[in-house]
């Protein structure tokens, strides 16, 4: 079978607004939690997010450009641009073998909002013709298949907050079936908006903390819920022979994914976590079985239900051969690029050999019977990382990292 390997990727996250930024931030520890700054807090609980900070947008895209982008569109195509710029594919593939899957869980939000209140104020003749383009949750692929060239498949996958991985673990499949040479797989995600901030606290679902540094503590005993986050990342999924074969630089392989669905409840996880425990299972099945210590790039969230159920699928399947951590403790949570930033971040603790730790995360709950990674990244022998997601709706993927020979 071919194997599938990474040969680019791009971020811009709360704690980084390319690659290198985010690596740096990463390992050492540092989160990109800060208090709300773009509406007023008084009739809310949430007080803390993490956003994206210093990017100006005009610095990358021309003013036309930009009139026809949501927010989550910008993210988007700056973090395929540095994956590709990285990857060198542009060029290097036929166009129609190269695919662009990209996601994200809500679409443009700040856009039909924002449209909204000038429909009300001026009437319907002063609505942006580019509302729709800007909304809809499938215009992020399209436009980095524009950006790059892509005329090969270019999709979107919903899936929530398992979205960007699901896109990811795709990629890997129309590859290995033949369907692509490359493709760029990853997610954005722009919803911070008030109106979405206030539907996930009235779900109960949000942090309250007012300490952004114990505001997202993952299997923590005092955890009570996610901070939001906003970013996006993307890699270059591209098939071993033909990364070879061009003389491509090859940062890990993608060797296992699996996906499940609960059928369970629309928001909380299965409680025994059977379809999570398959999930992870077909992945390793897929990449093959490795009797060694391995890195475990949870989801993390921070949510009562999503830690009991996770850290017990971890401890079922692994027991004491799984180093722990969820990087939303630094990132806050990405939802629909979740998965793609926190793949990357796999990455990079592979070829480091070096696992981020979970910022902020100081006493396990009594549940936790996991080996979480606190205080400091921790040095490890490595040469396998499994990042797992979890979305609303019952969606598990599992993907699978091992070190690229």
Known sequence: MEKVVITGMGVVSPIGKNLPEFEESLFAGRHGIVPVDHFD?????????????????????????????????VFGVLAAREAVEAAQIVGAVDPYRLGAFMSTGFGGVDTPLGELETMQEAGPRKVSPMLVPRWIGNMLSG??????????????????????????????????????????????????????????????????????????IPFDQDRAGFVMGEGAGALVLESESHARARGATVYAEVSGYGITSDAWHITSPGPEGEALDRAITDALDEAGDRDETVYVNAHGTGTVKNDQVEAAAIGRLFGGKALVSSTKSMTGHLLGAAGAVEAIASVLAVRRGLVPATVGTTDLDADMQIDVVRGGSRPAQLSRAISTSLGFGGHNVCLVIDHAE
């Open 143 to 216: 436009l980095v298949s524009i950006e790059v060239g892509a005329r090969g498949p270019a999709l979107a996958h919903l899936a929530a907050c398992a979205s960007s991985s699901a896109s990811i673990g795709e990629g890997l499949r129309a590859i290995r079936h033949g369907y692509a040479d490359a493709v760029v797989c990853g997610g954005s995600e722009a919803a911070t908006h008030q109106l979405v901030m206030a539907g996930f606290e009235n779900l109960r679902a949000l942090s309250t903390a007012t300490d952004p540094d114990r505001a997202s």
């Open 41 to 73: 807090t008084g009739d809310v609980g949430v007080r803390v997010y993490a956003p994206v900070k210093g990017l100006d947008p005009e610095a990358h895209f021309e003013s036309r450009e930009l009139r026809r982008m949501d927010a989550h569109h």
